[in-house]
């Protein structure tokens, strides 16, 4: 696999991480919100590096998706 598909898969991941932590966040005395940012400033970076020819834009965005676990 390569790393356009690779940070392809991590968009859909962390898409949907995100969509579990607004459910989440929904609840009284949960904070999410500070994460939730993180993680849309991530994937901004990452939508626009899948659109450039350029590896390592790529790999640098695929690592800023990577960082985020459930």
């Known amino acids: 696999m390569n790393v356009a598909e690779k940070l392809a898969r991590e968009i859909m991941r962390v898409t949907e991480l995100r969509c579990q932590y607004e459910e989440v966040g929904r609840m009284p005395n949960v904070?999410?919100?500070p994460a939730m940012m993180l993680m849309d400033a991530a994937l901004e970076q990452?939508?626009?590096?899948?659109g450039v020819d350029?590896?390592?834009?790529?790999m640098a965005a695929l690592q800023d998706l990577e960082r985020f676990e459930k």
């Open 31 to 33: 904070i999410v919100q």
């Open 46 to 50: 990452a939508c626009k590096a899948s």
């Open 54 to 58: 350029d590896a390592l834009i790529q």
